[in-house]
Nanobody, 130 residues
């Protein structure tokens, strides 16, 4: 099966930056390059929300979507050859504090509904202090 492993979380002060990585295994290059990949986050007592979504840059011209709360600050990217997804987070705010998860769905376009995704990483904690 597919396995996703996130890394890069940590504690930073407001205004700082972090870069998250998600390494995928169990996908061939061909499947990974065509797969929807996304970053979600979940803060305590809140619903898990889609942060950044990246459809295949082969089959859909690389459609990317961001949550309004992170537009202009976060950048999602992917390296298909390395089967790795990234999330560059700049100008971090305390409200960005959450567990961040990488997710993929084996078929279909990206959606913001967590229940459409069938593979998840274990998560990496991001804590932003004011």
């Amino acid at each position: 099966g597919v396995q996703l492993v996130e890394s890069g979380g940590g504690s930073v002060q407001g205004g700082g930056s972090l870069r998250l990585s998600c390494a995928a295994s169990g996908y061939t290059y061909s499947i990974f390059s065509r797969a929807c990949m996304g970053w979600f986050r979940q803060a305590p007592v809140k619903e898990r929300e889609g942060v950044a979504l990246f459809d295949s840059d082969i089959d859909s011209d690389g459609r990317i979507r961001y949550a309004d709360s992170v537009k202009g600050r976060f950048t999602i990217s992917r390296d298909n050859a390395e089967k790795t997804l990234y999330l560059q987070m700049n100008n971090l705010k305390p409200e960005d504090t959450a567990m961040y998860y990488c997710a993929t769905r084996s078929t279909g376009w990206c959606t913001s509904d967590q229940y459409d995704y069938n593979y998840w990483g274990q998560g990496t904690q991001v804590t932003v202090s004011s």
